[in-house]
């Protein structure tokens, strides 16, 4: 069995990149894949978003402004989960399709929008994205996040428990590549090297944990 913890900006273009090569590799698995997608807020994040927008890094509004929206879209995926891991992938991927491929804003009105495509319970959902217990759930993220010393986005985490020898993590750091998240997958670490020289993304880099 296969265990994948996805790190992700909720904001984030290449995320949603990530996110439909672990489905694609989930449904290849089918049954023999678990897999998270959770929400990753800290200065990498924010940082990684004014680079790819040409902001300054030293205006700190804009800084303020932007950790803001990541951590509200955040709380908002948390609380969509709430209501089923499926709608809640869904709603995170739509708002992030809609944010990047859209080019719309992030407002309340565009939130609502992505409730109801995706089915899920506006009362319930509204509730939820401002209570305790969301918050708490996104603060666990973050503390597990931590625990795997992960610091950028998209990162993966995967665990084969198949093989009884590995009883480690391979993280996958700017993990674009759906070639090599399938490379790890199946334990074919140099196949996953050679993949990921072959790939435009040249930050992608796999670590032992």
Not at 33 to 59: C, G, I, W
Not at 90 to 99: I, K, R, S
Not at 171 to 180: F, N, R
Not at 185 to 198: E, T
Request: charged share 25%; glycine share 2%.
């Amino acid at each position: 069995m296969l265990e994948i913890y996805l790190f992700v900006n909720p904001l984030g273009e290449h995320c949603l990149e990530a996110e439909h090569s672990v489905l694609k590799i989930a449904e290849e698995n089918q049954a023999a894949v678990h897999y998270q997608f959770l929400p990753l807020v800290n200065l990498h994040t924010v940082e990684d978003v004014m680079r790819r927008n040409n902001y300054s890094l030293h205006d700190l509004t804009t800084r303020n402004k932007i950790f803001k929206t990541i951590y509200a879209a955040s709380l908002d995926y948390k609380a969509a989960l709430f209501q089923g891991k499926r709608r809640g992938q869904e709603f995170l991927m739509a708002l992030q399709t809609a944010l990047n491929f859209h080019h719309e804003r992030y407002t309340d009105q565009l939130i609502a929008r992505l409730v109801q495509d995706s089915g899920l319970d506006a009362e319930m959902f509204n509730e939820d994205r401002r209570s305790k217990l969301t918050s708490e759930s996104f603060e666990a993220d973050q503390r597990v996040a931590c625990e795997m010393q992960i610091q950028k986005h998209p990162s993966a985490v995967i665990y084969n428990y198949a093989d009884p020898k590995q009883d480690y993590g391979i993280l996958v750091e700017d993990c674009h590549s759906y070639e090599v998240l399938k490379q790890v997958c199946q334990g074919h670490y140099d196949a996953a090297l050679a993949a990921q020289n072959s790939t435009n993304h040249h930050k992608q880099t796999i670590h032992i944990l």
